[in-house]
């Protein structure tokens, strides 16, 4: 799980504009890799569009529980600095990215946008753990 989201920053040129927050032990998801990394490439790509000059985006994840505190699956947050988000955005359609939408095809997949604390958004995707 943590090396999609490293593959999705790569060795792109904005590559200090993005910081990651990723604890060992994240539980593996039931996506594919290759449409998870496109994914969050597509959110990523637009957070940074979204960001004034010489901020970050961020991007963190975490393990979320289900009863009995086994692995439910696992919600990943990109948050940007950008401005407030109004309309389709922020009823969680935005971006309509074709991975993404791939993604959220599969059960128990979800997308949505908040408010970042500060300013700006966050994208959070959650995924079904294995």
Do not use: K, N, Y
């Not at 490293?6 to 449409?35: E, I, K, N, Y």
């Amino acid at each position: 799980m943590a090396e999609a989201i490293r593959s999705a920053v790569g060795d792109r040129p904005d590559r200090a504009a993005v910081r990651l927050q990723l604890p060992r032990g994240l539980p593996p998801v039931a996506v594919d890799g290759t449409q998870l990394r496109l994914a969050l490439t597509e959110l990523v790509d637009h957070a940074l569009r979204r960001c004034p000059a010489g901020t970050r985006v961020t991007i963190s994840a975490a393990p979320e529980a289900a009863a009995g505190g086994r692995p439910a699956g696992v919600g990943i947050r990109v948050a940007d600095r950008g401005g407030r988000l109004l309309g389709e955005a922020r009823r969680g359609s935005l971006p309509q990215a074709p991975a993404l939408r791939g993604l959220l095809a599969g059960p128990d997949a979800r997308f949505a946008v908040q408010d970042t604390p500060g300013g700006g958004a966050t994208c959070v995707l959650t995924l079904p753990a294995v």
